[in-house]
């Protein structure tokens, strides 16, 4: 069941993605929700299977956003940019300025009362009724007082008004223009360790300090992604700059594996996003 279930979704989404790059064949602008990175690969399968790459781009707010929307714009928004130098470049200006008033970046500043994490953010917002999809990235500052938030412009007003405590913290929460030289490097806290091989089962046991069969249970279970891809191999083999996300347990990079202690196992070095 729970795979009929799992590939109904999958159809669905596909359908939805489909039907919005439709539209602006027939002359309509239309936009996805955010999308998480997975579901953005999942999306670019579906648009080339379909034909619609060139008049579909992903966009969240800045360079190099995680989470992204779908901007699918029809041909007259294509035209509007005719003096760019290639078609990706008129396609990434076309969705822009589709993006704009579609995507709103919130500036929520704490008092300083104490530091504040992106789950504290995003926990904070969801038990205000706000779907996940309506919200971006979220960048908290190096200081963990405030962060940026990027979320569906039909509920920037909402947020401002009701975004008023953040984990026992008050924020006052407006609408903002980026700083110059925003940087969206989240914060992270160093793991070091040794494995014994470079399998998942081994560094997810590292990551979560659990025992080796209890992460072989994650994975199996099929509460592991690897790259945002899901993965259920115990044996398969991870390497540096793999982006390992645990359902329950959060997100993590490895930094590098490499290098034997006296007893020949590898040193493992890597980070947990906070």
Known sequence: ????????????????????????????????EFLSPREVKAAEVVLAASGFRDC?????????????RLFCVPEYMLDMFDDESDGDGRLRCAVAYAAEGEISVLRAEGSGYRELGHR?????????????GMLGDIIVDEDAHGAYIFCDGKICAFLTENLVRVANDTVKTSPSALPEGFSAKRKTEPIS???????????ISSLLRVS????????????????????TKPDEKLEEGDVISVRGSGKYRIVNIGGQTRSGRLRLSAEKYI
């Open 120 to 132: 504290d953010f995003l926990g904070t917002i969801l038990s205000l009724g706000i779907k996940r």
């Open 56 to 68: 579909c781009g992903f966009y969240g707010g800045y360079e190099d956003a995680e989470r992204r």
């Open 212 to 231: 080796r069969e209890r992460a072989k249970e994650r994975i199996v279970s099929g509460l592991v992604e690897v790259n945002y891809e899901p993965m």
């Open 1 to 32: 069941m729970a795979d009929t279930e799992k590939n109904r979704d999958g159809e669905l989404f596909s359908a939805r993605i489909a039907e919005l790059a439709s539209r602006a064949e027939r002359g309509v602008m239309s936009a996805s």
């Open 193 to 203: 360790d040794t494995l014994a091989s470079p399998r998942a089962d081994s560094v």
